[in-house]
């Protein structure tokens, strides 16, 4: 019996930890009924005024690590910032693309009559060294605007805490990996929230 106890207490705090860590998905304006009908949407990602982690503009959270990994190791700071940037097209975007596809059962294809236009506000990198570690997580908005006329907002929703690894998994020691499960969580999101 004390294992019983013992077990459910787990499965009611594990419980409570997932729900911490879940993204939330709010219409902020406008209504996506537009979209019921449609089988292809563009995508595009923005990342105007972003915040990361403690720092208000991405620029000065890029300068200070790369300054601190050049100071390390000559030039690793410099290979940083590039896949800092690289990484959006080639891990965080793909990411999004392929979970949007999937929960929302659109296509993503260029020159449809709308676009989804996802701007990431804030990225919270998190971190992972071994014996303590943090999730990383997104916060960001997507515009669905007429593709002809990119002035005539659809509707606007919000993302937040769209989280990276789950707790328990102890391989992601690489930012970018943290970060593009952050946009796999909010492309199936905003995947479902579209579909329903």
Not at 1 to 8: G, H, P
Not at 86 to 96: I, L, S, V
Not at 138 to 150: D, R
Not at 169 to 181: F, H, L, V
């Amino acid at each position: 019996m004390k294992t019983f106890k013992q077990s459910f207490a787990l499965l009611l705090f594990t419980l409570f930890l997932l729900r911490a860590e879940a993204q939330h998905i709010k219409l902020l304006e406008g209504n996506i009924d537009a979209l019921k009908n449609e089988k292809a949407i563009s995508v595009e990602y923005t990342y105007d005024g972003m915040r990361v982690g403690k720092f208000d503009k991405e620029s000065d959270y890029v300068n200070e690590k790369t300054a601190d990994y050049n100071k390390k190791e000559a030039g690793k700071g410099d290979t940083w910032a590039k896949n800092w940037v690289g990484d959006r097209k080639y891990r965080y975007e793909p990411k999004f693309n392929e979970l949007f596809e999937k929960y929302s059962e659109m296509t993503i294809k260029p020159g449809s009559k709308y676009t989804l236009i996802f701007n990431t506000n804030f990225i919270e990198p998190g971190f992972n060294v071994g014996i303590a570690r943090k999730s990383a997580e997104i916060n960001g908005e997507a515009w669905i605007v007429e593709t002809a006329n990119k002035n005539n907002v659809i509707a606007k929703i919000r993302v937040e805490k769209a989280p990276g690894k789950a707790f328990w998994s102890g391989n992601d020691y690489d930012t970018g990996d943290r970060i593009a499960e952050c946009y796999a969580t909010a492309g199936k999101g905003l995947g479902k929230f579209i579909k329903k």
